[in-house]
Each structure stands twice: as structure tokens, then as C-alpha cells.
């Protein structure tokens, strides 16, 4: 399987271009990740990747490697992103449009996408669809990841995080050595407040709220496809395969 390690011109635009990349390519899928927080959108879009060949193309990667970067190395886009969330505010609809539009050479590739946090309302949906066309180019699907409410508690209340290195067990699905102590740096365990059960599902309401239409405008196109979230990651994946056919 091939396993993509570089995505240099996705994640500091402007003209840097990737350095490697496979000598032959198979079929080039297009997909959007949708799904709320627990659903583990992480190790599937690490598993689609490597299974189908499909670059990785996650809008989280790019802000966060954007804080470290210097400012005459950001696009405009990305200097007004940071300058909003520099002030504690929301980056707006049309500043991640502009960031995905910089990058349009990305979804262009010859490896096809993976996108992943992009779009997260209908209004960037739209304008994905637009800049789609003016690419030629067509979704082959939007699979989104369903979990019940109770599930998706009962998994991030279980997470500890390693409050020096970052590194993150569960309580029940992956427990360290030594409980309470990270197996990496020997750093204490903690539970973040945003992984507190009252917490998630504040998140969750949210989530609902200004993501879930998502799926309706989707479902709508014809693009959606449902996957169900319970049971083992590999379980999972597998599920998701054979609603894509492969």
C-alpha cells in the first residue's frame, strides 16, 4: 500500500510543490470527511490514505503549521486567518475558502484528496462545489462517520492526555503501562476539561448545530454516504471500503 509522505504545497502553499510522489497511480478518488468529535476521523483518513493512495488534505494541519511558520511565509489568507485567532475569534467562512482556493493545485493532483475539516458549513460546501467545477472535477463521495451521542461520551471522557508530551491513551481502549503514567516521558495523566462528558456534549450541540446541515445538502446531491462508527477502527474502515466499491 502506498503511503503518502509529503504534502508540502498543501501545507505551506504559495508556489512549494511536493517532493515525492508515487511513480504510478491508480484510480485518483476525490472524498470529503464528515463526522463529530469521537468518531475517530483521524486513524480513518490515515487508513483511506494509504489504502486508496489519496493525499491527506486536512485545513487543521495548515493553521497549525501556520503558527510556527514566519509571517512572510503565510498567504494572505492565512495572515488573516491567524490574525482572528490571534484576537479569540472564529476564522470566517470566506478566509478558509480564500485558503483552499491557494491551494486549488491540491485538489488538482494527480493522486486525488482526502479533504478533512473542509467544508464545515454549507456556505464553504458551495464554494468547494464551484471551484470543483471550474476544475473539473467531481466528488466521488462525502462519507460521513455516525455515532450515537452516548458512544461518542463514553469514548472522549475515557481519553487521558500526557500532560508534557501530549501523547493520549483510554482508560479502556488503550491503557498505558503504568496506570496514570505516560508510557513516552513518564508524564502524569490528565483528563483536558474538553474531554469532560458536560463539556463533549456542549461540543456535540455545536457540532449539530452548524455542521449537521452538511449532510442534509450532501444527502440532496446524492454525494453522502453514511458510515457507521461503532466497532474497531479496522472494522470500521472496512465498512467504508465497501460503500466506496473497493
Known amino acids: 500500500m502506498f503511503t503518502q509522505t509529503d504534502r508540502s504545497a498543501w501545507i505551506c502553499g504559495g508556489e512549494i510543490q511536493c517532493r515525492e510522489q508515487p511513480a504510478e497511480v491508480g484510480r485518483a478518488y476525490h472524498l470529503i470527511l464528515l463526522g463529530p468529535p469521537g468518531v475517530g476521523k483521524g486513524t480513518q483518513a490515515e487508513l483511506l490514505c494509504s489504502r486508496l493512495g489519496t493525499c491527506h488534505l486536512s485545513t487543521g494541519d495548515v ?9 512572510h511565509q503565510c498567504s494572505p489568507a492565512i495572515r488573516t486567518a491567524l490574525e482572528a485567532m490571534r484576537r479569540g475569534d472564529l476564522v470566517s467562512d470566506d478566509t478558509v ?3 483552499v482556493r491557494e ?5 488538482k493532483c494527480r493522486i486525488g484528496f482526502l479533504l478533512d475539516g473542509f467544508p464545515r458549513t454549507v456556505e464553504q460546501a458551495m464554494a468547494l462545489d464551484s471551484l470543483l467545477t471550474d476544475l473539473n472535477l467531481d466528488l466521488d463521495g462525502v462519507l460521513s462517520y455516525e455515532l450515537d451521542i452516548d458512544a461518542i ?3 472522549l471522557s475515557g481519553r487521558r492526555t500526557c500532560e508534557h508530551c501530549g501523547a493520549v491513551y483510554h482508560v479502556a481502549a488503550r491503557k498505558p503501562i ?3 503514567v505516560c508510557d513516552h516521558c513518564s508524564g502524569a495523566l490528565v483528563q483536558r476539561e474538553d474531554d469532560r462528558p458536560e463539556s463533549i456534549r456542549v461540543r456535540m ?3 449539530e448545530e452548524k455542521t449537521r446541515p452538511l449532510s442534509d445538502y450532501y444527502r440532496e446531491a446524492g454525494k ?5 462508527a461503532v466497532g474497531t477502527a479496522e472494522a470500521i474502515f472496512a465498512r467504508a471500503l465497501q460503500t466506496l466499491g473497493v
Open 178 to 180: 503504568v496506570d496514570g
Open 63 to 71: 493553521f497549525r503549521a501556520a503558527k510556527d511558520a514566519e509571517d
Open 205 to 207: 450541540a455545536a457540532y
Open 103 to 107: 491551494r486549488a493545485a491540491c485538489l
Open 153 to 155: 461520551v463514553d469514548r
Open 97 to 99: 475558502i480564500d485558503m
Open 224 to 228: 453522502l454516504v453514511s458510515v457507521s
